[in-house]
């Protein structure tokens, strides 16, 4: 099946039930809240902590109908959509423009070998890798280093979406300078009046939780094994969709967390359709019941890692070169 005829199969998915919709947005803020009011309020401080570690999950749930919001999957030309979800944006360090900036276009290039790293990862191959100067290699290498994904609540949110995206253009970004104000407020407001254990357990532990997961899934949904980049000149919308987007395996309990997102070809491949259609529209088109596959597995976590550089030779991505000096790698193969 030719790319717009796989692009033309999926529309009859990307058709939203409203009811549906306001269901799961609504459910899910309720267990926000729940989540929430056990972090800060529960009699047993091992509850607090369950608490906060459900609140952090059930954020990145939320985040996912935020942008199927913004994709027009969900919710769709709803003014009350989008007072809910600009609010939680700022909410969760992800402000509406810069995201919609950033995620349009990391939709409309997505692996291409250059110029995919706008809202993405950045991509060297192997060739480029041995050209670039130490200073390239060691910006190319924390961008994709394990710790950056892991703080992603400072290097990814605060720090880029947040902080950088203000500097770069105040007058477009300014939602990002009052999500960055609005975020301080919140730490500074909970730990006068309640404590800083209070601040961890409601709003810093949670957004630390919900980024770390966040930026691992943006990572490994396009560096998983078996991923294909393209060149710009060959580069096509439907072979990114498919071949350079991850299916992740998850059970019912992730499943829910992460919003079905492990669907992440299909979502690719046409962004109308809402989250709670992925999985229904991958199992009735066969072209999209797709190899290989990644989980949240530890095996697959650290084998995605792994994967630093293209390399068209072999059409994989591979890790660092063993014959790359050690002082000019920032983080090891």
Same mark, same amino acid.
């Given at each position: ?8 199969? =999926? ?12 269901? /799961?947005?609504?459910?899910?803020? +309720? ?7 056990? &972090? ?13 570690? !459900? ?76 050209? +670039? ?29 947040? !902080? ?18 609005? /975020? ?39 560096? *998983? ?31 829910? *967390? =992460? ?8 979502? /690719?491949?046409?962004?109308? !359709? ?9 199992? &009735? ?8 596959? =990644? ?5 697959? !976590? ?32």
């Amino acid at each position: 099946m030719q790319g717009n005829e796989l692009v033309a199969v =999926t529309r009859p998915f990307a058709s939203e039930n409203r009811a549906r919709s306001v269901y /799961h947005v609504a459910s899910t803020f +309720a267990v926000l809240a729940l989540a929430t009011a056990v &972090a800060a309020a529960a009699p047993y401080k091992p509850l607090r902590i369950l608490g906060s570690v !459900i609140e952090g999950l059930v954020i990145v749930r939320a985040f996912i109908l935020s942008h199927d919001f913004h994709h027009g999957a969900l919710l769709r030309k709803s003014k009350v959509g989008s007072v809910i979800f600009g609010l939680y944006g700022a909410l969760v360090l992800t402000p509406p423009r810069v995201w919609r900036q950033t995620h349009n276009y990391h939709h409309a290039h997505t692996a291409k070998i250059v110029g995919a790293q706008i809202g993405s990862y950045p991509v060297m191959t192997v060739e480029m890798w041995k050209r +670039a100067p130490r200073s390239k290699r060691i910006a190319y290498a924390l961008a994709r280093h394990p710790l950056t994904i892991l703080f992603g609540y400072v290097t990814i949110f605060l720090a880029g979406m947040c !902080i950088s995206a203000f500097l770069r253009n105040p007058k477009e970004n300014w939602d990002s300078a009052a999500a960055f104000v609005l /975020h301080a407020a919140l730490v500074s407001t909970i730990t006068y009046f309640f404590g800083w254990e209070m601040t961890l357990l409601v709003l810093v532990g949670p957004l630390f939780i919900a980024c770390a997961l966040g930026s691992y899934l943006f990572y490994a949904q396009h560096n *998983f094994p078996g991923v294909h980049m393209q060149p710009r000149q060959t580069w096509t919308f439907a072979r990114a969709a498919v071949e350079s987007s991850s299916f992740m395996r998850c059970g019912p309990i992730m499943s829910y *967390f =992460t919003g079905d997102i492990g669907y992440h070809h299909v979502h /690719h491949l046409n962004a109308a !359709i809402p989250f709670y259609r992925l999985r229904e529209a991958m199992a &009735a088109i066969p072209e999209l019941q797709v190899e290989p596959q =990644t989980s949240l597995s530890p095996r697959d !976590i650290l084998h995605c890692f792994s994967l630093k550089l293209w390399d068209p030779q072999t059409g994989k991505m591979v890790p660092y070169p063993k014959d790359a000096p050690p002082e000019e790698v920032a983080e090891p193969a």
